[in-house]
């Protein structure tokens, strides 16, 4: 197993990351997720297979057991004119950051931001965000491509970025979802420079094989499909998870995926709960984070680890 997630651990040394959920606030031991709680776990322990160690790089720090890291960077004073530039440059110390530890292949980034969906046009956070995070990141992608991410709204007062990340000593592959064109192939309508990301992000170690799902949302196409209808929006984000799944050889119904839902409005939490557990497999677990989505005719984001059997005739690693 590269990694194990889990809700709702007991407070406990070691492992790669302690994720808590509703805090601002980074610690040598916990990545902070600054949206509030609507429903479900307080935090996400990530586990490893080896002894994890605190590992630091300028800004960037985190734990990392030999195979994989997860870190974190936070920036503060986002909001400005400088915005653009403040993001490039976290981005370049970020994988400057993990070329420096030995971990080079970025597989997965989470970027959580204060008003997102501030500014019209191509002057929108998002938006201007999507232009640093592509100018930072300009000569570094390696082979294995763009990694999975989110990118969603809170927190508006503390004028900050938060990222945190897990990237890996080997690389793995980046999936692409068929019903949806490639965020970093979208036409000029959604702003000035696409979406740097991969819609997942697959990992294979020990045997196992671990889909990390982007946030995913009610976009078929390139467009977003159901304005304004909550349910047919989670809807269709779980027929686009279904389908990333499936393009990664797995079978959804089959699978107990650790899950963080984006909800723009707290007032659709029980419509939310209604429409998505049906949709859900049975042994799937989520928490329900407050946030706004990049877009703003967007209602609900869900991203989450999936873990897969592994292939047919792969080989598994020789050395057990
Ligand atoms: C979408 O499908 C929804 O910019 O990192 C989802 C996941 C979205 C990641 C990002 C944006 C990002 O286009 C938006």
Same mark, same amino acid.
Not at 190 to 211: C, D, E, I, K, W
């Given at each position: 197993?590269?990694?194990?997630?889990?809700?709702?651990?007991?407070?406990?040394?070691?492992?790669?990351?302690?994720?808590?959920?509703d805090?601002?606030?980074?610690?040598?031991?916990?990545?902070?997720?600054?949206?509030?709680?609507?429903?479900?776990?307080?935090?996400?322990?990530?586990?490893?297979?080896?002894?994890?160690?605190?590992?630091?790089?300028?800004?960037?720090?985190?734990?990392?057991?030999?195979?994989?890291?997860?870190?974190?960077?936070?920036?503060?004073?986002?909001?400005?004119?400088?915005?653009?530039?403040?993001?490039?440059?976290?981005?370049?110390?970020?994988?400057?950051?993990?070329?420096?530890?030995?971990?080079?292949?970025?597989?997965?980034?989470?970027?959580?931001?204060?008003?997102?969906?501030?500014?019209? !046009?191509? %002057?929108?956070?998002?938006? $201007?965000?999507? +232009?640093?995070? &592509?100018? *930072?990141?300009?000569?570094?992608? #390696?082979?294995?491509?763009?990694?999975?991410?989110?990118?969603?709204?809170?927190?508006?007062?503390?004028?900050?970025?938060?990222?945190?990340?897990?990237?890996?000593?080997?690389?793995?592959?980046?999936?692409e979802?068929?019903?949806?064109?490639?965020?970093?192939?979208?036409?000029?309508?959604?702003?000035?420079r696409?979406?740097?990301?991969?819609?997942?992000?697959?990992?294979?170690?020990?045997?196992?094989?671990?889909?990390?799902?982007?946030?995913?949302?009610?976009?078929?196409?390139?467009?977003?499909?159901?304005?304004?209808?909550?349910?047919?929006?989670? !809807?269709? %984000?779980?027929?686009?998870? $279904?389908e990333? +799944?499936?393009a &990664?050889? *797995?079978?959804?119904?089959?699978? #107990?995926p650790?899950l963080?839902?984006?909800?723009?409005?707290?007032?659709?939490?029980?419509?939310?709960?209604?429409?998505?557990?049906?949709?859900?497999?049975?042994?799937?677990?989520?928490?329900?984070?407050?946030?706004?989505?990049?877009?703003?005719?967007?209602?609900?984001?869900?991203?989450?680890?999936?873990?897969?059997?592994?292939?047919?005739?792969?080989?598994?690693?020789?050395?057990?």
């Amino acid at each position: 197993m590269p990694f194990d997630v889990q809700f709702d651990t007991p407070a406990s040394a070691g492992g790669l990351a302690r994720v808590v959920f509703d805090s601002l606030k980074a610690t040598p031991h916990t990545v902070p997720v600054p949206l509030q709680i609507l429903r479900g776990s307080p935090n996400e322990h990530w586990t490893a297979a080896e002894h994890c160690e605190p590992v630091e790089h300028g800004p960037v720090s985190g734990h990392a057991d030999g195979h994989w890291l997860f870190g974190q960077l936070v920036v503060n004073d986002l909001l400005g004119e400088q915005l653009e530039q403040r993001v490039a440059a976290a981005y370049a110390e970020l994988y400057q950051a993990i070329d420096a530890l030995g971990y080079p292949h970025m597989l997965r980034v989470w970027n959580y931001m204060s008003c997102i969906n501030q500014g019209a !046009g191509d %002057s929108e956070v998002y938006k $201007r965000f999507c +232009v640093g995070r &592509a100018q *930072g990141i300009a000569q570094r992608v #390696r082979g294995s491509g763009y990694p999975a991410a989110t990118a969603i709204g809170g927190a508006d007062d503390a004028n900050a970025l938060y990222i945190s990340f897990v990237a890996g000593k080997q690389a793995g592959e980046a999936l692409e979802n068929p019903r949806q064109v490639s965020a970093y192939h979208y036409p000029r309508q959604y702003g000035p420079r696409s979406p740097s990301f991969a819609r997942g992000y697959v990992v294979t170690s020990g045997g196992q094989r671990v889909l990390l799902a982007s946030g995913t949302a009610s976009v078929a196409g390139h467009e977003t499909k159901w304005p304004g209808d909550v349910a047919a929006q989670i !809807g269709e %984000s779980v027929i686009n998870l $279904r389908e990333l +799944v499936a393009a &990664a050889d *797995g079978d959804f119904a089959n699978t #107990r995926p650790i899950l963080r839902v984006y909800l723009r409005d707290a007032g659709d939490l029980e419509a939310t709960e209604r429409a998505l557990e049906p949709l859900l497999p049975s042994g799937a677990s989520y928490v329900l984070l407050r946030g706004d989505i990049c877009r703003s005719d967007l209602l609900v984001e869900i991203d989450g680890v999936f873990h897969l059997p592994l292939l047919g005739g792969e080989a598994v690693e020789h050395g057990e």
